[in-house]
């Protein structure tokens, strides 16, 4: 089934162990955090609620489905998966809503969006072994950082970011990404430039494709 945990006037701290849930996991720090130093979360589907800068990176997590609202000012978030992942509905939330920087990576396999994804600052998408893909939703940072071993496509309607980097690994594996206005290839996080082993398709709707950074 369902479980909640909620720290009502503090943060919530994950320190070792195995969290195990049949369905949906709620982690909630309505005035603080919610971290992890250790073990590691296994569920369907995962929501963490937060008002400050939260991080749930260790080893061994597996949720399939994330979703995430990180308030407060400038507040950021990372969540590290070891298989595939969604960013997606979870309990009452729709997607991921970041103040600040939002660090998401599928360890292994994909990462696919479901939903609707913002960030206030950098969204750094990696799927080192797999595709990063969107499938509904729309896309909103600041800049938008993709690294990803296989190829990857973000072109729903609605996506809008300032500065776009990525990196697909080399070999047959192609790029697009597709933005409602202006979009510049530039820097992001510490990812430089874009960097594709095929095909690159860039696509700025209502806007021009300027660029800061080299393309290769």
């Known amino acids: 089934g369902n479980a909640t945990l909620t720290a009502v006037a503090g943060d ?4 070792a162990g195995a ?3 049949g369905g949906a996991l709620t982690l909630a720090a309505p005035t603080g955090a919610v971290t992890q130093s250790g073990g590691s979360i296994t569920a369907t589907g995962l ?3 937060a008002a400050k800068s939260s991080s749930l990176t260790a080893g061994g997590n597996n949720t399939a489905t994330l979703a995430a609202e990180i308030g407060g000012v400038a507040q950021d978030f990372a969540y590290t998966d070891t298989n595939a992942l969604t960013l997606g509905p979870v309990a009452s939330l729709s997607g991921l809503a970041v103040s600040g920087t939002a660090n ?5 396999s994909n ?3 479901a939903g609707p994804v913002s960030a206030g600052g950098n969204l750094l998408l990696t799927a080192a072994a797999g595709a990063v893909t969107q499938s509904s939703g729309t896309v909103t940072a600041t800049g938008l950082a993709v690294t990803a071993g296989a190829t ?3 072109v729903q309607a609605g996506n809008d970011i300032g500065t776009l980097a990525a990196f697909v690994a080399a070999g047959a594996r192609d790029f697009s990404y597709a933005d409602a206005n202006d979009v510049s290839i530039g820097t992001v996080g510490g990812l430089v430039g874009l960097s594709v082993g095929r095909n690159a398709s860039i696509t700025a709707g209502a806007g021009a494709v300027s660029q800061t950074a080299a393309i290769q």
């Open 152 to 154: 990857s496509s973000l």
């Open 47 to 49: 929501a963490v609620v």
């Open 111 to 113: 990462l696919t969006l």
């Open 19 to 21: 969290t195990s849930i």
């Open 104 to 108: 998401i990576a599928a360890a292994t």
């Open 12 to 15: 919530v701290l994950l320190a």
